[in-house]
């Protein structure tokens, strides 16, 4: 099993910032860059040795608030940092978050590492109702329409493949490996719906030739234990398990 360390919180940084802010920014504060670098400096040396095909680092989760070149400038200062104590370690480095993340073309020719991209858009269907993402409270079809009655479409697989493969695509031009970090539909989306939309971003990432990595195993989002009210589990060894999901998982 690949380990892939990551940092969801960071001196000046934080994923869920309305929850959890900083007092400090990451981007801007000079301190806060410092103890970033001294962090993964430590872990470098730590897991010195220990080859790239088993672990890696992923030094942001979802980066946010900051400009592009601010981040890449964190980025590279990070990196340089786990270079000079590890020169083979394999990095991860997320694009710009947002519905449809957005690869850092500056970023492009780091060595050794591997964008990550998300699988969540449009979050008004893969968070239907979740209070983290400001409840999204229009229950959601697939191919998903603009608004109640409308027959336009806001979002289906051609949308998809727009905003979310194409950029992508163009940025693996200038080099880079293309990576889905994180992808999955929380458990109050209706399961149609959920797995015809997954579905449709299985095809188009299997046509990339993309790895991606499913947010969550077990859990609200997963194959195990998701507490879908409109699910047949079937037992797995004291689990419930999601036969379809893994059956969908496993076709692609």
């Known amino acids: ?46 897991y010195k040795g220990i080859s790239g095909k088993q672990l890696s680092f992923n030094l942001i989760n979802e980066p946010n608030r900051c400009t592009a070149a601010e981040y890449a400038s964190v980025v590279r200062q990070g990196v340089q940092a786990i270079r000079e104590a590890d020169p083979d370690r394999l990095v991860m480095i997320d694009g710009l978050f947002g ?15 591997i964008h990550s991209t998300r699988g ?15 409840t999204p409270r229009q229950l959601p079809a697939w191919p998903l329409k603009k608004g109640a009655g409308s027959e336009e479409v806001e979002w289906d ?41 997954m579905r449709d971003f299985l095809s188009l990432w299997k046509q990339t030739g993309w790895g991606w990595a499913l947010w969550c195993f077990r859990g609200s989002f997963g194959i195990l234990d998701s507490q879908r009210k409109d699910v047949r589990y079937e037992n797995w060894r004291g689990h419930k398990l ?11």
């Open 242 to 252: 999601d036969r379809k999901m893994l059956e969908l998982l496993r076709e692609f």
């Open 1 to 46: 099993m690949h380990v892939c360390l990551n940092f969801h919180r960071a001196p000046g940084f934080s994923i869920n910032w309305a929850l959890s802010p900083e007092p400090w920014s990451l981007w801007t504060d000079a301190k806060a860059l410092d103890i970033f670098t001294y962090h993964w400096t430590h872990f470098a040396k730590r």
């Open 157 to 197: 697989k051609q949308v998809l493949h727009r905003w979310c493969i194409q950029p992508w695509q163009d940025f693996e031009r200038l080099g880079a490996r293309v990576f889905v970090g994180e992808w999955g539909c929380w458990n109050r989306t209706p399961h149609s719906v959920t797995l015809a939309w």
């Open 120 to 134: 969540y858009a449009p979050f008004k269907l893969s968070h239907y109702l979740a209070p983290w993402a400001g």
């Open 99 to 113: 519905e449809a993340m957005l690869p850092v073309t500056e970023l492009a020719g780091v060595p050794n590492a």
